[in-house]
């Protein structure tokens, strides 16, 4: 299971969070310096990473059932 998380502005593609990654990932010359800002900051990875348990982990059972 994976956990994305992607921002986008007119419909491009600046940055992505990967759960696999564990990081941020930059797209575009703006992408790279919000990706590098997010990176560097421990608590919000923390958090992100979080997110995987929080949304996939938890319903994961009901999107198995519900095939």
Do not use: H, P
Request: proline share 0%; aromatic share 16%.
């Amino acid at each position: 299971i994976e956990f994305i998380r992607s921002l986008y502005y007119n419909k491009v593609e600046l940055v992505r969070f990967s759960s696999s990654l564990g990081k941020f990932v930059g797209f575009t010359q703006f992408g790279l310096k919000v990706a590098d800002q997010f990176n560097s900051d421990a608590a919000f990875l923390a958090q992100m990473n979080a997110q995987k348990e929080t949304y996939c982990l938890n319903n994961v059972d009901v999107d198995y059932q519900a095939i």
